[in-house]
């Protein structure tokens, strides 16, 4: 299988907030935006993977300040590491108000994707090699991430997350 870096899946995305898209306050609703992402997401993934991809989970995700109606969302998705069958992409979100001229960060996550065959079954994914020390810095830190989610949902005992605890071990030691 060949070996990928994470530009490989480097996805711009690029909406316009349209009156559809906001609230009463004429504010970008939060569900549209979590949707543009899931589609950027899904096609790094599919960069990545070459395979029909399916969200596995959501990160937390917070919406710091309001993006308004006439901006435009500039979405950038990325995978961080590649699993056995899953695929973590990070992304960051800017919202750019033309009038005004600003570009100011509103969002970012991760989402987890999983690769499926022609029959729906999960299959493997190609290897990610970081290059840059920013991609170096995401592909350390997915392995702690991923074991915090899989507690999250139920699929992994805290007693088996090693990364987890060493890190709060190593954060004990400083205090
Ligand atoms: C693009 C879209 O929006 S798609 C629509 C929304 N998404 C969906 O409908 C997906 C519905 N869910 C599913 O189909 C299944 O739960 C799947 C495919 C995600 C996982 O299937 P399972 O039978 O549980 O597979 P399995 O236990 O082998 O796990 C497969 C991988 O998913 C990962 N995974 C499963 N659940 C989660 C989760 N909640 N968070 C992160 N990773 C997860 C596992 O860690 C595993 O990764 P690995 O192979 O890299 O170690």
């Given at each position: 299988m060949t070996l990928k870096t994470p530009q490989d899946s480097l996805t711009i995305m690029n909406e316009l907030v349209l009156p559809n898209d906001t609230n009463y306050l004429h504010n970008l609703m939060g569900g549209r935006l979590l949707h543009w992402m899931d589609i950027a997401a899904a096609i790094s993934a599919q960069k990545h993977c070459n395979r029909i991809v399916v969200t596995a989970s959501v990160d937390n995700v917070s919406f710091q300040q309001p993006v308004k109606?006439?901006?435009?969302?500039?979405?950038?998705?990325?995978?961080?590491?590649?699993?056995?069958?899953?695929?973590?992409?990070?992304?960051?979100?800017?919202?750019?108000n033309m009038p005004s001229g600003t570009n100011i960060k509103c969002n970012e996550a991760y989402y987890t994707f999983v690769a499926l065959d022609?029959?729906?079954?999960?299959?493997?994914?190609?290897?990610?090699?970081?290059?840059?020390?920013?991609?170096i810095e995401l592909y350390n830190g997915a392995l702690r991430r991923r074991q915090l989610r899989l507690?999250?949902?139920?699929?992994?005992?805290?007693?088996?997350?090693t990364e987890l605890k060493a890190l709060f071990t190593a954060a004990k030691k400083d205090v």
């Open positions: 109606l006439g901006d435009v969302i500039n979405i950038e998705a990325k995978v961080t590491r590649a699993f056995t069958t899953s695929m973590e992409v990070k992304l960051d979100v800017w919202a750019q022609e029959n729906s079954r999960t299959i493997a994914v190609p290897e990610i090699e970081p290059q840059t020390e920013k991609e507690i999250l949902a139920g699929r992994m005992h805290p007693d088996d997350a």
